[in-house]
Structure formats: C-alpha cells, structure tokens
C-alpha cells in the first residue's frame, strides 16, 4: 500500500541551532511509526512541521500524495491529520461529552449566525455531532463518564478523551506527542490497546513516546533522531540492536530494549 504521509528532507533551525536536519520517512495507513530519540533530539519539533504549527526551511511533506508543507494546522485537520499534545488541550470545566463535540466543530464550517438562530441544519449538525461524539466516547471506553466533568477524570482517562477528540476529524492520519505521558502502568494499556485499535481501523499513526516499553510492543516501524538527524530507521528488534542507537542514549535512562 501506498504512503499515506511522507516527509522528505525535512529541517528547521533555530539561529545557528538544526534543530531537525534532513529527516526522511514515510507511513502508510494501519502502520505504527515511532520517533524516538534522546531529550532535545528534534522530536517535538518534527512534530511541530508536520501538522503545519512551525514553517520548515527545508523539505517536503506529503499528505495522500499532496503536497501539504507549512499548510495551517485546522486545513491539514480538513484534509485528514489530527494530532494530540504533549499538555492536554482539554476543556477541564466543560463535560466529557462537550469536549468530544469541541472535535467535530473543527471539521465544520457551518454559519455562526445559522447555530445562532437554530437553523435546521444547524440543528441537525448538532444532533450528528452529539450522536458521533457519544459513539467515539464509547470507543475510547469513556461513555459512562459523558456527562462529567472532564476536570474530574483520571489522567489516563483524559488522554483517552484526547483522542477521541481528535479523531473526530476521521483522519488518515493521527499524530500522537506523549499519549502515555504521566499514566501508570494500568493506565498506559488502555493507551496501548486505543493505538492499535486505531491502527487496525486504517489509520496511520505517527506517535512521539518517551515509554520504550509502549514504542517497542506496539509500533511496527521506529526512526530515531538524535541532534536533529535521523541516525536509525527500522523494526523495534533492528534498532534497539543499532549501535548508533545505543551510543545516542548512553548515560540515560530510557534505552530501547526490544524484550521490554
Ligand atoms: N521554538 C524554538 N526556538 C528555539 N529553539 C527551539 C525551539 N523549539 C525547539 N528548539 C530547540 O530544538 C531542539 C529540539 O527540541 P525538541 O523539543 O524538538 O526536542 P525533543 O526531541 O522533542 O525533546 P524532548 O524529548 O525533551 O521533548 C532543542 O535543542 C530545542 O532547544
């Protein structure tokens, strides 16, 4: 099958800093790829290119064989990639349901003044929008806790419903910066099973994770920066193995190991 996203010498600087320098990878739907890399590695800000937050100076990125680089993140949303953040974008005070809808509001480009008079297709729209957001709700396992208030939710609990909002966009494909930041180890499962379901759905998932044990079960494919440069690319067993990969995280903590 075809790429459905690709980046081709892809880079970026920041005064005298290449904060990313010619990284180049592809992905295809249902495919898990990982960025890995020590801390300041340029994950972040890979990510930061692809879904059109910072402009790169170089390279291309290809969405479903469109040329998309530097589009602006809610017309790339439009065209099919979602992304999640490192910090929650949730609306703590509003209720769980009320932020899945946010999701969909995205999507649209409905009248202002039609919801304000509650034309009937506006109407309808928020009906599909309810209906739907009840539906993702489910899927993430959180549709017993739709009308809470999402303040109140476990953390692991929020990323899910971090997802579930960005794939109310139905995308092709899904960024996902730290989806297992600060769970537990119960909680990092849940993550776990929501990715590959997502996956097997037709998704391809581009996921930034610091929890080598989550990279190494469920990705298919890793690319591992370090100082900017893509210094390994490969199944979990290739690179873990790679001694380039290993000279890049000696002395820290999180080494990739393919037994977990
Ligand atoms: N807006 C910016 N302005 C200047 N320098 C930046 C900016 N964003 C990132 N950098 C620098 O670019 C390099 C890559 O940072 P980035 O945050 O992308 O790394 P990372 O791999 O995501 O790190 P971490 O694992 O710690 O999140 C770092 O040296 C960082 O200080």
């Known amino acids: 099958m075809s790429a459905l996203l690709s980046i081709e010498g892809l880079g970026i600087g920041f005064g005298g800093l290449r904060a990313v320098d010619d990284v180049s990878f592809s992905v295809r739907a249902g495919e898990i790829l990982s960025v890995i890399g020590p801390n300041g590695a340029g994950k972040t800000t890979l990510f930061n290119m692809i879904s059109g937050v910072y402009r790169p100076d170089a390279g291309r ?3 479903d064989g469109q040329d998309v680089t530097a589009m602006e993140p809610h017309l790339l949303a439009r065209r099919g990639l979602s992304r ?3 910090n929650l974008q949730i609306f703590q005070s509003m209720s769980v349901l009320d932020n899945a809808i946010a999701g969909y509001h995205l999507r649209e480009s409905g009248s202002v003044l039609a919801d304000l008079l509650a034309l009937p297709a506006s109407r309808r729209r928020a009906r599909d929008a309810e209906a739907g957001a009840r539906a993702l709700l489910a899927r993430v396992g959180l549709e017993r806790a739709a009308e809470r208030e999402a303040g ?4 692991g609990a929020l990323k899910r419903l971090e997802i579930a909002r960005a ?3 139905d995308p092709k494909v899904l960024l996902l910066d730290e989806p297992a930041a600060g769970c537990n180890a119960v909680e990092t499962e849940e993550i776990d099973h929501l990715i590959a379901e997502v996956a097997a759905s037709g998704v391809a ?4 994770e610091h929890d080598m044990k989550l990279v190494m079960r469920i990705s298919n494919h890793i690319v591992v920066l370090d100082h900017g440069e893509k210094i390994a690319e490969g199944d979990p067993a ?4 790679n001694p380039a990969v290993i000279a890049a995280y000696l002395g820290t903590e999180e080494a990739p190991h393919a037994d977990g």
């Open 152 to 155: 109140n939710l476990s953390y």
């Open 205 to 208: 998932i581009l996921l930034v």
């Open 238 to 241: 290739t690179v873990s193995r």
């Open 84 to 86: 999640t953040f490192q």
């Open 61 to 63: 990125v290809t969405l």
């Open 167 to 169: 794939l109310a966009l």
